[in-house]
Structures are given as C-alpha cells and as structure tokens.
C-alpha cells in the first residue's frame, strides 16, 4: 500500500515513533516528517524531513503541494502543563494549526486527517470511572478547552464539508524512545529513568492519583488502525475513547520495585495535581473496540517490563 503522508510535529513524543512506524509501513519516502525543530537521529536519516510551523497556513500548502500529500497526522500541540503556562499561545498554536489543516481538506487538497484529542477534554464534573464515550465534558485547563474544541470542529468540518477527520483521545503515553513533552502523566516516564539511575523520585502527584494511560506501542497500533479503517465504520467524527490502563504513582512504585526493591518515592504535588484531580481515573472504549476492532495490549506489569529493559540497555 503506497499513499503520500505528512506528520506535523513529527519530532514529539508521539510523532517520531508514528513517524518510524509508518515509514515501514508505507514506505521511507512516502512519509515525510516536519516539525519546527530537527528531531532525532532515527527520523532524520529514514526519510524525508522538513522544517515547518503548522500557524503558517501558507508553508504548511506549500510542503503539501509539492510533495503530493494525501495524508495528514498533525502532532504538533502545545500539552496540558506547558499550557497552563502560556494560555494565549497554547490556544494559538493547538487551534489555528488544525483548522490550517482542516481547511487544506475542505478545499480538497488532502484526503484525509488524523488530529489527537486527549482525555482532558473530560473535567471535574464527568463521571471519574469508566468514563463513557458521550458524557459531561467540562474541562477545566487550558489544554482541555483547546482540545474539546478542536473535536467540535472535526465534527463540523465532517457533517458540513464532508472532511475525513479521525481522532482518538489518547490517554498518557509512556514510551522510552523519546522524552515526554510537557504533559501531566509524564511522571510515569519520568520515574523509570530516575528508578534505573538508583535515585530516589519526586513525584509531582500524590500517591493516589489514578489517571489512564496507554504504552505507546498501543497509541501507534490505534493510530494506524483507526486511519485504515473504512470511513463508513467511523461513527464518531470528534474523538473516540481510548483505553489502556489505570494506576496510581503508588501502584507503579510497587511495580518497580518487584525489579528494584529497595527504589524509593516521595510526594510532592504541585499545579499539575489539580490538573490531575480534574481528569477520569478510567475510560470507556468501547466505541473504539465497536467500531474499529480496538483492543489494547499492554498491562502495567508488561509495560514496567518493557520500559525497565529498554532504558536499562
Ligand atoms: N503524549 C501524551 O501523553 C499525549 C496524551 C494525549 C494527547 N496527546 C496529543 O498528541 C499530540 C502529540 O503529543 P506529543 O506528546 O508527541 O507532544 P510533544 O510535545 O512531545 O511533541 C509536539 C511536537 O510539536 C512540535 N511543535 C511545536 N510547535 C510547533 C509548530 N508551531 N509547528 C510545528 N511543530 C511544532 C514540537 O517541536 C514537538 O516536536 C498532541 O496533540 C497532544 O496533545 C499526547
């Protein structure tokens, strides 16, 4: 299968992992990675890379034109604690970005979208456990604002224009290739690395705050999935629930130490635990597992395993 794809903020988190996984989809040249900074050695020497800022509508068409792109996964945001920082710019970037691209397919000149939500689109007054897929949305932060906005315009773009925009609310994503981007579920990175340099942890959460996340193999599978689906199965075009796991900072101590048992933990929240205290303990998938045959894989013990071997390498 051979289409023309362009990853926006391919150097994150996320992006250089999707980025690597599609290129062996679909092939090196077929995927062209851009962000505004140089990413890795990895992403750079697999394939083509731009440099590019998705608030330039005219530069974000431009590298759409001459490299013939099909399709669109646009990564770049700015995330939920960096945002509470700079509100106006978070704002500015995680909107104007996506309508760039959502205009770029309402005028035909791509052919389909992948946009990410979050679990922030939730707030204080949805349901904590289990949190369904049509429910109270309320968020409360910068970053949930953004977001659950960006997934009443997928919708419209989609009902209006007839756009093929697909989304997936990601939960936190622990991954080891890359260093996490601002979030508040980075503690769950953070923490391995700190557990293998024999150090003690400060960690900005208290020791039960539960929130969903996902092992980043199962975000690249869903991703890829959900874009491969056929448009008549995707029945929600603002933003599926996705699910992998629930723990608290307590649980994956415990985990760690079944490898490190004398590793040691220490609590000291901070702006990001009212984030936290914001945000569903568990999410409800079955929309996605209806829809596009989602499941996740990965547990918290598999994911402790696969993180501990590999940054331990
Ligand atoms: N990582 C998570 O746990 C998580 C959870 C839920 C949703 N998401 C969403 O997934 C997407 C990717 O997240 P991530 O964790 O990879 O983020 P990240 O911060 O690691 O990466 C974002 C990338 O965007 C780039 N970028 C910033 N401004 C840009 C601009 N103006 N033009 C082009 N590139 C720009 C950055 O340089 C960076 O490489 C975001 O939309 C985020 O909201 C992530």
Known sequence: MRKSILIIGACGQIGT?????LRERYGNDQVVASDIREG?????????????????????ENIVMHYEIEEVYLMA????ATAEKF???????????LFHVLNLAKEK???????????AVFGPTTPKEGTPQHTIMEPSTVYGISKQSGERWCSYYFKKY????????????????????????DYAIDIFHTALANKKYKCFLNE????????????IRATIAIMECDADKITERSSYNLAGMSFTPAEITNCIRKQFPSFEIEYEPDFRQEIADSWPSSIDDSAAQRDWD???QFDLDQTTEEMLRNLGK
Do not use: C, H, Q
Request: net charge negative; aromatic share 10%; proline share 7%.
């Open 17 to 21: 992992e999707l980025t690597l996984a």
């Open 40 to 60: 890795n050695e990895s992403l750079m020497e697999s394939g083509p890379f731009e440099i590019l800022d998705a608030t330039n509508y005219e530069a974000v």
């Open 77 to 80: 945001a700015m995330l939920s």
């Open 87 to 97: 509100p106006m710019r978070a704002w500015d970037l995680n909107m104007n970005s």
């Open 109 to 119: 000149k791509i052919n389909k979208v992948f946009w990410p939500s979050s679990i």
């Open 162 to 185: 007839g756009v093929d925009v697909r989304s997936v609310r990601y939960p936190g994503l622990i991954s080891w290739k890359t260093l996490p981007g601002g979030g508040t579920t």
């Open 208 to 219: 039960g705050t539960k929130l969903p996340m996902m092992y980043m193999d199962d975000a």
């Open 294 to 296: 989602w499941k996740s």
